[in-house]
């Protein structure tokens, strides 16, 4: 094994964390007949070589060698590298992506392309390891066949024929969803394999089975579906949980121990192969050309255009099954100060991100057998061992990962996705629910609809004594802000019955609010000022309780006097501006003027570690309190002698919210417009708009800008220039404009339309704003990533186009 390897110059290539000689090492180790060294391997190839999908000179040079290990029996694990291969050579680049690929990504769509050909021209040894004796690699090797082999036509008769048997249920379930993969690349052939899957779906004698082919069924064929699928489902989860030994039979059996070849039963009734060539069935040689279609190329999967701003991405921590990204690989740092909770692609307004560390109790694994995995201290072995966890006790594991999918085949039916997540979450089953819970909060996050129900029935699950199921229910709930109003009596009782789980501490970094508070607060119900009053009592003071505070309002008022005490004792050190950013922010929601004098005392005494961002919440405090911050006027007049410098900008903005003296602030606000930093250019702009009429010299300058590259600077700037000038038609084309460009704008762009006045009938915005209330899909609904008050915004751009046509707004059209 590994003729020629060490011939390689691994030393000339790279892989993500530098030179590639250690790669001869991590194949070797693939090898191994240790268990620990064998995960350590695979790690190391996911985590440097092929690192989030990325091929590399180095990733091309292992493909022989995969092959090598792949087909060899004496190695363990090969089920991981048939896998690793189909992830290395599994990408497709259609024509549209490679008209977009730019000069520098050259190089790298040209590495797919080739890692796609190799793999592909290997891809026959994967026909004979779909028999193969370990159930792992026979579990991998149906995808691998689906996603890399040019004959799809004889794929699908190996499928079909190895159905009926093969003995291991999951292996079965993987059949038939690359029959589904197969549909979905090969679209030509679609229409067979979706009469196969409705045949499968109706007469399959396993539940699991017919679950897993209607799952495929509404993926590739959607409209095959039977009428009656939420009962349908409903009723085959319902066999399940009646037969759970024989699945717990089933997923208990040591991988090495199965045997191909027929089981005790067949897994579907005997049906008539349907020749899927030209008088061909099975797996005898390939025809002289291919039926149906064929990829055409590859490489890189297209991500969101260049320029689209980035969101802050959540998951349920409860979840080990749901990461978007390699938690090995740093992401850039926050550049700058979180002075408001408003999440979204604004760069202008950075989103908080929770740290939620998850911290499995430890797993006591016996004496490792062939073919078991077993716990290492590296990402794949604790991917590995939080899903072990995770499927402790649970007869059919892979009922979830069917449901999702089915989900994801139903796509924007979100009618019948709703009322087969309500049968869920009446399960007798704590794991069906926990799974339903989880599927909830991405059905609702993706897309609109009427949740009251759904909502009610997670929050029912609070109460369950089963810790998982309650936590995830309350991290569901806690992205939903006004959407939980029908869980709040749940979150309630759950906030008396679990004071310890009202702040959270993590082994680094600050402690933050529970799921349950912050869900609680977001509703703004009263309900939650204890748990709030008692965190801010705590020697340190949750990082989130001032947000919280903002959305409660006059009711957190009682919570003023803690803020601005708390707020009085920080040390003005290098931690600074960590200890007063969330009193700072609770002040600037309840507009508690009488923190003014703690509030001046952080302004001139921030350090100069974080000192800007320190002092652009304490600006941000004053200018909420307006006139009952009058003592901060000298201070404010002395901060803006400094023209075309951020902090001259900011303090001009809070000068005209305390004293209205337009004369002193305009000069400075003018000069800022010109800034060569387009974030203080922004700032500007919107101070400017604030001013209204009493800055209508300045419209002119903001015309100017809505020809401006950068998106959010135009419309800034088109807002202000209807605020100072009052002419509505050409900020509104802008406006309209720009929402058609980017989706992240329409929020802000929406709230000055409705402000405008009653939109015309007929006009364009009105034409706009009713696409907008008519899409289903949420317009920040993203695949692979989500932020957490991308529903709070989405709700937020509904209602403020309902009020933009009810004509409720405030201004003029003329």
């Known amino acids: 094994m590994f003729s020629g390897i060490d011939e390689v110059d691994w030393a000339s290539m790279e892989h993500a ?5 250690d790669v001869p090492e ?6 191994s007949d240790d268990p620990a060294e064998r995960e350590a391997a695979l790690d190391g190839m996911y985590g440097a070589v092929h690192h989030q999908g990325d091929v590399y000179a180095c990733t091309l040079a292992c493909i022989p060698f995969l092959f090598e290990l792949a087909v060899d029996p004496e190695v363990q694990d ?55 004796e370990d159930p792992g690699v026979r579990l991998a090797a149906p995808l691998a066949l689906a996603t890399l082999h040019r004959h799809p036509v004889r794929v699908l008769a190996l499928l079909r024929e190895r159905l009926p048997v093969e003995p291991d249920e999951e292996v079965r379930l993987a059949l038939v969803e690359a029959a589904g993969r197969v549909a979905l690349r090969h679209r030509p052939l679609a229409g067979r394999v979706a009469e196969w899957l409705g045949r499968l779906a109706s007469r399959a004698h396993s539940p699991g089975l017919r679950l897993a082919a209607l799952a495929q069924l509404a993926r590739c064929s959607p409209d095959g579906l039977p009428g009656d699928v939420v009962p349908v489902v409903s009723g085959l989860l319902r066999e399940m949980r009646a037969s759970p030994e024989e699945y717990a039979a089933e ?10 070849g027929p089981g005790p039963r067949p897994a579907v009734e005997p049906v008539e192969p349907e020749p899927l060539g030209p008088g061909r069935v099975g797996t005898g040689p390939a025809p002289a050309q291919p039926v149906g279609t064929e990829p055409t190329g590859t490489g890189p999967v297209p991500t969101e255009p260049v320029g689209t701003e980035p969101e802050s991405v959540g998951a349920d921590p409860t979840d080990p099954g749901l990461t978007d990204s390699d938690p090995t690989d740093p992401g850039p740092m926050n550049p700058g100060p979180v002075a408001q909770e408003q999440v979204g692609p604004d760069p202008m307004d950075p989103e908080p991100v929770d740290p939620e560390p998850m911290d499995p109790e430890p797993v006591t694994a016996a004496e490792p057998r062939r073919g078991d995995q077993v716990a290492t201290p590296t990402l794949v072995g604790r991917l590995r061992s939080l899903s072990a966890q995770e499927s402790a006790g649970h007869g059919a594991p892979w009922a979830a990962d069917l449901l999702r999918t089915l989900h994801v085949g139903l796509d924007d039916r979100v009618g019948d996705r709703t009322a087969l997540l309500a049968d869920q979450l009446r399960s007798p089953d704590r794991r069906q629910r926990i799974d339903a819970v989880r599927m909830s909060g991405g059905l609702i996050r993706a897309w609109r609809g009427p949740y009251e129900e759904l909502v009610a029935l997670v929050g029912d699950q609070l109460s369950d004594p089963e810790p998982r199921l309650a936590e995830a229910a309350s991290h569901v709930l806690e992205e939903l802000f006004g959407l939980a109003e029908p869980a709040a009596d749940a979150l309630a009782a759950r906030l008396a019955a679990d004071p310890g789980g009202w702040v959270k501490s993590w082994a680094s970094g600050p402690p933050g609010l529970g799921s349950t508070v912050k869900a609680l607060a977001r509703l703004g119900d009263p309900r939650a000022v204890p748990a709030l009053a008692a965190a801010l009592e705590l020697p340190q003071v949750a990082h989130d309780v001032g947000f919280a505070v903002s959305h409660l309002g006059e009711a957190a008022r009682p919570l003023a006097g803690a803020l601005r005490r708390r707020l009085a004792e920080v040390e003005l050190d290098e931690r600074a501006y960590d200890r007063a950013s969330p009193l700072l922010a609770g002040l600037t929601g309840l507009r508690a003027g009488e923190a003014a004098p703690e509030v001046l005392r952080v302004l001139r005494g921030a350090p100069e570690y974080r000192g800007e961002w320190l002092r652009t919440a304490a600006l941000r405090a004053l200018g909420s309190f307006g006139p009952a911050a009058r003592e901060a006027v000298p201070e404010l007049r002395a901060l803006i002698r400094r023209p075309g410098t951020p902090a001259a900008t900011e303090a ?24 060569d930093q387009v974030h203080d250019r922004r700032a500007a702009a919107v101070a400017l708009g604030a001013l209204g009429p009493r800055a209508a010299v300045v419209a002119p300058r903001l015309r100017g800008l809505l020809a401006h590259e950068e998106l959010w600077l135009r419309v800034d700037a088109a807002i202000a220039l209807w605020e100072v000038s009052g002419r509505t038609r050409e900020t509104t084309e802008a406006l309209l404009a720009d929402w058609e460009r980017s989706r992240h704008v329409r929020v802000r762009v929406a709230e000055c339309v409705a402000r405008m006045g009653p939109v015309p009938e007929g006009s364009a915005a009105a034409h706009v704003l009713r696409s907008e209330l008519a899409s289903v899909r949420r317009h920040n609904a993203m695949d692979g990533g989500y932020g957490s008050h991308d529903i709070h915004e ?18 003029t059209t003329a």
């Open 17 to 21: 964390y530098g030179p590639a000689d």
């Open 26 to 31: 991590l194949l070797r180790g693939l090898a």
């Open 78 to 132: 090969r089920g991981s590298v048939v896998e690793l291969l189909t992830s290395i050579g599994g990408f497709d680049l259609d024509e549209d992506d490679e008209a977009e690929i730019d000069e520098d990504e050259i190089e790298g769509a040209a590495n797919y392309a080739m890692a796609a050909a190799a793999v592909t021209a290997g891809a026959e040894v994967f026909f004979e390891l779909i028999a193969d």
């Open 251 to 260: 997923g208990d059996a040591p991988r090495d121990r199965a045997e191909p």
């Open 652 to 675: 001009a903005e809070a000068l005209w919210a305390v004293s209205g003296d337009t004369e002193a602030v305009l000069p400075v606000l003018i000069e800022g417009l010109q800034s």
């Open 794 to 811: 989405d709700e937020k751009l509904l209602a403020l186009c309902r009020r933009a046509l009810r004509g409720t707004g405030k201004g």
